[in-house]
C-alpha cells in the first residue's frame, strides 16, 4: 500500500530478526518496544502487529510508541481477537488447547485484544477505526500443525511436551483441519495536527507531500543504528517492498515499524 515509504523492523528476540532477514527485510534493527531508538516525532506511522498483548510493561510501551510518532501520526494495531467463534470453531480450539493441556494462553495483556481500542483512548490515543474480521487457518500437514504450536504465546511449555502436542496434531490435521482465526484491527492517531491526512494516507496507499516532509531522521542526529540500540549490533538486509501479507513463523511474534 505503501511502495514509496521505508520501513524499519524492530525485535528483541535475535532468532526472529535472523527469520526476517532470511526472508529478505530490512533494514533491521535489535531492541526492546519499550525503548526504541528513534528520534522523538520522527516517525509517520507504527504497525504492530500481534504483539500488544504479550508486550510489557504495555503502557511503557505505549508511551514510547507515541514518543517517536509524529503529531498526528498513525498506529496499526493488529491483535487476536476472542469475539467471532462459531460452536465448530470453539471445538476446534478446544481440542488444541486440550492437547496443550491449558485451559486458555496466558497473555500478560489480555485487555489489549478486543479491548485494544479503549486502552488506546486510556493511553491517549485518537481512535479512528476498529474492525474484527474471522479468517480461516488451514491445517493439513504436520508442519501445519507445528507451526500452530510454536506460534501460541506458551511460554510453560517444554520442548518435549511441544514436541508430543505436534504429534498429537499431526494426527488430528490429517485430511485437513480448519481453525477460526479472529482478528482485530485498531487504527489509531496521535492528537495533533494531521491526524486525519493521515489515516487517509494510510487507507489509500499515498504519502502527501507535507506528510514527508514532517517526518524527521529515523535515527538522532549523529548517532548510527548500533548505538541507539545500547550496543546491540542490528541485523541488516536489503531493502524490498512492503509485505503485502501477514507472516507468522515460529520464532513468535513482531513488530514492524514504518518511516516515511
Known sequence: ML???????????????????????GPLVRAGADALPMASGSVGAVCASMCLPVLTPLPRVLDEIQRVLRPGGMLAALVPARLG???????????????LGVVRQPWPNPQARDSVAKVLRQAGFRVRSDERRVFTLVLETPEDAAVL???????????ERGDAVKRALAEWVRGGQTLPLPLR????TTRGPGSDSTLDDFRYGRTSPDARR???PLYPPGQSPTAAVSGAPPVMAPRLPPADGMHTSRQGVSAVWKTK
Do not use: K, N
Open 3 to 25: 511502495p514509496d515509504a521505508g520501513w524499519v523492523g524492530v525485535d528483541s528476540s535475535p532468532g526472529e530478526l535472523a527469520a526476517a532477514a532470511r526472508a529478505g527485510r
Open 185 to 188: 484491527r485498531v487504527l489509531a
Open 85 to 99: 467463534l462459531d460452536p465448530p470453531g470453539l471445538l476446534g480450539w478446544a481440542r488444541v488447547m486440550r492437547s
Open 214 to 216: 514532517a517526518v524527521g
Open 149 to 159: 504450536v510454536d506460534g501460541l504465546y506458551l511460554l510453560g511449555l517444554s520442548p
